[in-house]
């Protein structure tokens, strides 16, 4: 539920109600009148809100990848004979375009910054000790 409130303190803002395309507009476009800015008095209809908008913003990048103009038109990088292909070929398909929207969506983060190049140290858990064994009687500890 904080991951949740922390989202719509970021992205939703009452005041932006009359711009179009904004978050809290898509509220009231989609009948999500029950949403409120604390997600405490309304965590079950804030969620489904946002799952929605999740939805759509993935369907539009799908169709943005397809050039698709509507919901309604066929892809134009579909293969020749889709429609009537075996199950196999058409999962084949999905898995390409599907793999496609998720390696457009999914954030990497750089790590190489985390890692540590010197390993020449000993492993030393505490006071210059070793093992837990050797722990015993620490002065940290004791702390």
Request: proline share 2%; charged share 25%; glycine share 2%.
């Given at each position: 539920?904080?991951?949740?409130?922390d989202?719509?303190?970021?992205?939703?803002?009452q005041?932006s109600?009359?711009?179009r395309k904004?978050?809290?507009?898509?509220?009231?476009?989609?009948?999500?009148?029950?949403?409120?800015?604390?997600i405490?008095?309304?965590f079950?209809h804030?969620?489904e809100?946002?799952?929605?908008?999740v939805?759509?913003?993935?369907?539009?990048?799908?169709?943005?990848?397809?050039?698709?103009?509507?919901?309604?038109?066929r892809?134009?990088t579909?293969?020749?004979?889709?429609?009537?292909?075996n199950?196999?070929?058409?999962?084949?398909?999905?898995?390409?375009?599907?793999?496609?929207?998720?390696n457009?969506?999914?954030?990497t983060?750089?790590?190489?910054?985390?890692?540590c190049?010197?390993?020449?140290?000993e492993?030393?858990?505490c006071?210059?000790?070793?093992?837990?064994?050797?722990?015993i009687?620490?002065?940290?500890?004791?702390?």
């Amino acid at each position: 539920m904080l991951l949740s409130q922390d989202f719509y303190d970021e992205i939703f803002k009452q005041s932006s109600a009359a711009d179009r395309k904004a978050i809290c507009q898509l509220k009231f476009f989609f009948n999500f009148l029950q949403v409120r800015s604390y997600i405490s008095e309304c965590f079950l209809h804030a969620w489904e809100f946002m799952a929605t908008i999740v939805e759509g913003f993935v369907c539009l990048l799908l169709m943005e990848y397809l050039n698709m103009n509507s919901p309604s038109d066929r892809p134009q990088t579909a293969p020749d004979g889709i429609e009537a292909a075996n199950n196999l070929d058409k999962q084949e398909y999905f898995y390409t375009i599907t793999a496609t929207v998720v390696n457009e969506i999914w954030q990497t983060h750089d790590v190489s910054k985390l890692t540590c190049e010197d390993f020449t140290d000993e492993h030393v858990i505490c006071c210059g000790k070793e093992s837990v064994e050797d722990m015993i009687g620490c002065e940290c500890r004791s702390q």
